[in-house]
Every structure is written in structure tokens, then in C-alpha cells.
């Protein structure tokens, strides 16, 4: 157990590393600080579909009214935060590299000036809230995630009415070519099949609380607490 909570530790450091370095680069995907060049915009178009998808459908969930504060766990650098912020939830964000927490605070410091919005420097494990959340958002989360479940148990205790997730797809040349990359980057990566799943949800007892939807190179779930 030690071993294992050793090694989780470790890869925690090396994703914090990687997007430290990766946040302009990644923010930039949504449409902010650095001009996408004309291959960035083709690999936008038509290699990472999943991502314009998966944002419109936080933002079609978390529209319901009975939701109105949101924890935003990997919030990165606050792409997801800013639109919820627009449309009126508060939003506590919470991401391991410095790097993405300063681009998140620079996009929506008007919020934070209402008091509508905070971040916290931390893995999601290492935090502890002291409050509870009608809504989570966990996108671009689980791929670097190696014990899922021990996440899953933790919002079992913080979120009260819905988990809003993804995970990515495994399978297929981009995936695999994208797992190299992030090797050499030395950023560990994981992939589920649905039937990963399922059986992680019937671990928790959520089967008849989950909807999953096949969306390109992810798997987008709604849990209804």
C-alpha cells in the first residue's frame, strides 16, 4: 500500500511538471493566449472533436438551475470555470500546476472580485474541503489518474447532486501515438474501454445513476447523485 501510495505521489510530480511547461500551449486549444497556427487548427478540427464536445455538454448539464456551486477538479487554465462563471454558478477550481492557476486567474479575476470564484493549488486527494458542491466537473482529469476509484469515493463525500466526466478512449493510432508522446514528456496516461466503465461504476453502486456517451476519442459521463 505504501508502494502504491509512493508511486501515486510521484506521478502527481510529473503531471504537475508537464502542464507547468504545456499551459499556454494547452490553453491556446480553446482559443486563448497564443495564435494556433494553420496545423494546430487542423488537429483542432478534426483530431480533437472530443474536446468542443465534452465542453458543450458541461455546459448543457450544469445549466440546471438546482446547480449552483461547482467544483472544477484539473481545472487547467480555467477555460470551463469562465463559462460557468458567465452563467451565474460559483466555481471553486482546483489544479496542480502554478502555470494553468495563473492563466485561470487571469481570465476570470472579474469574478473573483464578486467573490464568485477560488483556486486551489493541490491534487484532489492531498485537499481536503471543508464545504460541500451541488456539481463537479472533471474533464481532461481521469486520463492521468491511476486509482479512480479512491477519487470517486472522496466525491462521493463533497458533491451532492452531479458528477460531469470524461475519460479517454482506448484504442485506435491517435491514442496510441498520444500515449508515446506524453511518455517521452514523462507524463503517465491511462485509457478505459466502456466496460472499464461500467465496472468501475457498479464498484461505487452508481449503474443505474451513470449515463455514458460515446463522443470520438472519449467517453463522457453524467452521474446523478
Known amino acids: ?51 468542443r464536445l465534452r465542453y458543450d455538454l458541461v455546459l448543457k448539464y450544469s445549466a440546471n438551475p438546482e446547480i449552483k456551486t461547482i467544483l472544477d477538479v484539473g481545472c487547467g487554465g480555467g477555460v470551463y470555470c469562465e463559462a460557468l462563471l458567465v452563467a451565474g454558478k460559483t466555481v471553486t477550481g482546483l489544479d496542480i500546476a502554478d502555470g494553468m492557476l495563473e492563466l485561470a486567474e487571469q481570465k476570470t479575476k472579474r469574478f473573483a472580485e464578486q467573490g464568485k470564484v477560488n483556486y486551489v493549488h493541490s491534487g ?20 492521468y489518474i491511476k486509482t479512480p476509484l479512491d477519487v470517486f469515493k472522496k466525491l462521493q463525500t463533497e458533491i451532492t447532486k452531479e458528477l460531469l466526466m470524461s475519460f479517454p478512449k482506448s484504442g485506435g493510432f491517435l491514442g496510441w501515438q498520444r500515449k508515446v508522446r506524453y511518455k517521452m514528456r514523462n507524463c503517465p496516461l491511462y485509457y478505459y474501454s466502456k466496460n472499464d466503465l461500467e465496472a468501475l461504476f457498479a464498484k461505487m453502486g452508481w449503474q443505474n445513476k451513470a449515463e455514458i456517451f460515446d463522443i470520438d476519442r472519449d467517453f463522457f459521463v453524467r452521474i446523478k447523485l
Open 1 to 51: 500500500m505504501d508502494n502504491n501510495k509512493n508511486y501515486t505521489l510521484t506521478e502527481t510530480k510529473d503531471v504537475e511538471t508537464f502542464f507547468h511547461g504545456y499551459a499556454a500551449d494547452f490553453d491556446s486549444i480553446y482559443g486563448h493566449t497564443k495564435k494556433r497556427s494553420g496545423w494546430d487548427k487542423f488537429l483542432d478540427k478534426y483530431f480533437r472533436r472530443s474536446m
Open 124 to 143: 484532489y486527494l492531498e485537499h481536503h474541503f471543508t464545504q460541500q458542491f451541488d456539481a463537479a466537473v472533471l474533464v481532461g482529469f481521469f486520463d
